[in-house]
């Protein structure tokens, strides 16, 4: 089990950016994947973005304007939003799992951050 801390979130302009952190502590946690995924009012949980080795993937809705990383030591995994729109607003969440997972799995995922508000203004 690993604990993970989001920051980052915050009120912006359509057009602006913002980038998130997710923090990660436990003893493994640099052998955990770990993926970005977003809840806006009244709407399911969806997938954003997911990082597996050197390849990154990205729902269709944020492909262009944000990029997944992970910092050499694994222990945070960033998220560079930008060209945000009033759509992305959301409850963003880091989620981890200690094997191989699918991001389109999301039940999979053993652990979840608290999420950060992201607020995109017209």
């Known amino acids: 089990q690993v604990q993970l801390v989001e920051s980052g979130g915050g009120l912006v302009q359509a057009g602006g950016s913002l980038r998130l952190s997710c923090a990660a502590s436990g003893r493994t946690v640099s052998s955990y994947l770990m993926d970005w995924f977003r809840q806006a009012p009244e709407k399911e949980r969806e997938f954003v973005a997911a990082i597996r080795w050197r390849s990154a993937y990205y729902a269709d809705s944020v492909k262009g304007r944000f990029t997944i990383s992970r910092d050499n030591a694994g222990n945070t995994i960033y998220l560079q939003m930008n060209s945000l729109k009033p759509e992305d607003t959301a409850v963003y969440y880091c989620?981890?799992?200690?094997?191989?997972?699918?991001?389109?799995?999301?039940?999979?995922?053993?652990?979840w951050g608290q999420g950060t508000q992201v607020t995109v203004s017209s």
């Open positions: 989620a981890a799992s200690p094997g191989a997972i699918h991001y389109s799995n999301r039940g999979g995922y053993t652990d």
